[in-house]
């Protein structure tokens, strides 16, 4: 799970559209989708989004939390069968979502 963390933490950094929230010491990741351009108040709202859409549809059980005053997604690792493809599936989905509410081509 410390191992997945570390995979999921360099995905983001590495993505133009994601930040980390919060420096990855655990099994949990805060990050947010953040496109550049948005204030707190729309960045809660179009991830608040993402988080909903992502769990009715079943992609990821990710909550949400807030770190130092900013709203992010929470991606508690704690799975034996989580594979570096799942977290794959679920930073491709929260950047499809954000794109698509963001009104950026999907």
């Not at 191992?3 to 805060?30: K, M, S, W």
């Not at 989708?33 to 707190?40: A, F």
């Not at 992010?72 to 698509?100: F, W």
Request: proline share 3%; with cysteine; aromatic share 4%.
């Amino acid at each position: 799970d410390l191992a997945h963390g570390r995979y999921l933490t360099q995905r983001i950094e590495a993505a133009d559209d994601l930040t980390l929230c919060f420096p990855t010491a655990i099994n949990i990741v805060c990050f947010r989708y953040d496109p550049g351009g948005m204030d707190e108040a729309a960045l809660k709202q179009i991830n608040v989004e993402i988080m909903v859409r992502m769990q009715e549809s079943g992609i990821a059980a990710v909550s949400d939390t807030t770190v130092k005053g900013r709203h992010c997604l929470r991606a508690a690792l704690n799975n034996h069968r989580t594979t570096p493809a799942d977290l794959d599936i679920l930073l491709d989905e929260v950047r499809r979502l954000g794109r698509l509410l963001a009104g950026k081509t999907a």
